[in-house]
Every structure is written in structure tokens, then in C-alpha cells.
């Protein structure tokens, strides 16, 4: 899905929830385990019943990988069974040498069809510009994280600043608006405007908001700009809302909340 579409997509809908298919079979509702594949049935009552306010759907595959092959069957059904308006992103975290790296994209690109991947920047460019040469796809890289250990490398100084802040400003000279985005945590809320300072354009993916305890008004007031240019993730918040036979009321109870708080920024 290329930019405008995405933006038009947002527009339409009123909406930039991404919601997190972080569907950890541990937390699934015990009736589902009289099916062939609980964790696809799962999702795929979680899809019908979020999919009308949300623009994104974010599947992390560690609770996929976690499960061997049968994780990898039920993440690419998941995968087919999410409606083509909706932008997908595989959070994979992956960043590898160059010959590796075009593995890992082959993957996320052409095997799996997802929009996009999220990366590690941390071994440089010939690491992440593998993910770059896909048309309408787009490489997800990791900015700013929201858990503690941000502070240990990212908000560490280096040079004149911080090291996020030379990691996204370098990357995203390595690619364009229309195939980079950033993840910055909802939980990091006294960088955001700087980020926005150093990347006003690009689209920023915010996981954090919901579990995590980041402030969706404080994100979109500091983070959205002329053509909104966020997507706010929401994973267990929403996915694990119930965890009974009425688990996907529940869903598209606290996904619908999140969709209205939205508009509100719209
Ligand atoms: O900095 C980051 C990067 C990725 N994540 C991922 O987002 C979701 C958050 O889940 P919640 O249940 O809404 O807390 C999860 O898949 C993380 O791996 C992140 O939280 N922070």
C-alpha cells in the first residue's frame, strides 16, 4: 500500500488504530482449542470484529514463530484473511548483512504479502536497504522504543544529541517518506516533538498505548501532522479486552473507544 493510500485510508475511516495481533495461545478463550487452528479462529474473530475501525493490523510473529510451523500456518492465514484496505505490518525486528537481509525481505515481501516489516537499524545500511527496494512496501525501523531499556543505547548522547536521534536522522536519509517509517513508543512522550523536529514527514508507527500506559491525546497532539503521518498500536488492550465466549464484543468494544477517541484529533 503506497503513502496516499494509507492517509486517504486514515481519512476515510477516521481512524489510525493499528491493532496488535499479538496472539499469545496462553491467553486464548479455552473454547477455541476444540478447533483445528485456535489461534487463526481467534484472529480471525478479532479481524471481523475490528477490522471496521482500524487502518492497520500488526502481527507481532514471535507469538507466531513461538508455535514452529504451526505458528507459520496460522499467521499466513491470519495474513490472507485481513481485508486488502488495511495496511499489514509483520513486526519481525530483523536486520542482518546484506545477503541475509534480502532473505528476511523476500520473506516479508514476496512469500508472506505484508506492506511492511519493522527493522533493526542496528548494523547499518547495506541491513536495511534490502527492505527499501520493494515498491509499496515500506521498512519500519526502529527509532525510539517504549520499554526501559531504551535508555541503555537510544537515549544515550552521542555527538552533539542523542543516539535515536542520529539513527533516524541518518536512516532516513537511506530511503524515502514513501517506503520508511519509524517506530517511536507512545511511552517516550518528552521526545516526541523533537522527533517530529527531525523527521517531520515521516509516517511514525507508536506502540504503547493501552498495557504499556501511554496517553493516545498526548501522542497525537505531539506526534501527527498535515497528513496525520501516525499509526498508534494497541495490542493486548484490545485483542485480550475479554477472555470469554464474548471476546470479540470485547474487542470491537475497546477498539470502536480507541476509533472514537481518534476522530476527535481528525
Ligand atoms: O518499541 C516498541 C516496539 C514494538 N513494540 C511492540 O508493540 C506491541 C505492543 O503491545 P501492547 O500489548 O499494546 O503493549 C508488541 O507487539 C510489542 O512487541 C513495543 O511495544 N514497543
Known amino acids: 500500500m503506497n503513502r496516499q493510500t494509507l492517509i486517504e485510508q486514515i481519512r476515510k475511516k477516521k481512524s489510525f488504530l ?39 493490523y500488526k502481527i507481532n510473529t514471535a507469538f507466531y514463530e513461538a508455535q514452529g510451523l504451526k505458528g507459520w500456518i496460522s499467521m499466513g492465514k491470519t495474513l490472507d484473511y485481513i481485508p486488502k484496505d488495511i495496511f499489514t505490518i509483520a513486526d519481525a525486528k530483523r536486520g542482518d548483512i546484506g545477503n541475509t537481509a534480502e532473505q528476511y525481505a523476500k520473506t516479508f515481501f514476496d512469500t508472506y504479502p505484508y506492506d511492511s516489516v519493522t527493522v533493526a537499524p542496528y548494523m547499518g545500511k547495506d541491513s536495511v ?22 535508555k541503555d543505547f537510544q537515549l544515550q548522547p552521542s555527538g552533539d544529541g542523542l543516539l535515536y536521534e542520529k539513527v533516524m536522522q541518518t536512516v532516513a536519509g537511506w530511503g524515502t517518506v514513501d517506503n520508511t517509517m519509524f517506530v517511536v513508543g507512545a511511552t517516550r512522550k518528552e521526545q516526541l516533538e523533537r522527533v517530529r523536529e527531525l523527521i517531520p514527514d515521516h509516517f511514525l ?51 470502536s473507544e480507541y476509533r472514537e477517541q481518534m476522530e476527535q484529533f481528525l
Not at 493499528?18 to 489461534?39: N, R, Y
Not at 534490502?130 to 531504551?150: C, D, H, M, R
Not at 471476546?247 to 475497546?254: C, G, R, S
Request: proline residues 4%; glycine residues 8%; negative net charge.
Open 18 to 56: 493499528c491493532v496488535g495481533l499479538d496472539s499469545d495461545i496462553s491467553k486464548i478463550p479455552t473454547h477455541l482449542f476444540a478447533t483445528e487452528d485456535p489461534v487463526f479462529e481467534f484472529n480471525k474473530a478479532i479481524i471481523d470484529a475490528t477490522k471496521d475501525h482500524t487502518v492497520a
Open 129 to 150: 536497504a534490502p527492505f527499501l527496494q520493494f515498491p509499496n512496501k515500506w521498512a519500519i525501523v526502529l527509532g525510539l522504543t517504549s520499554n526501559e531499556g531504551s
Open 205 to 255: 508507527l507508536i506502540p504503547g498505548v493501552g498495557t504499556q500506559g501511554g496517553d493516545l491525546a498526548t501522542v497525537a497532539k505531539a506526534a501527527m501532522n498535515k497528513d496525520v503521518s501516525i499509526l498508534v498500536n494497541v495490542s493486548r488492550a484490545i485483542i485480550f479486552a475479554g477472555s470469554g465466549m464474548d471476546y470479540a464484543d470485547l474487542a470491537a468494544k475497546a477498539a
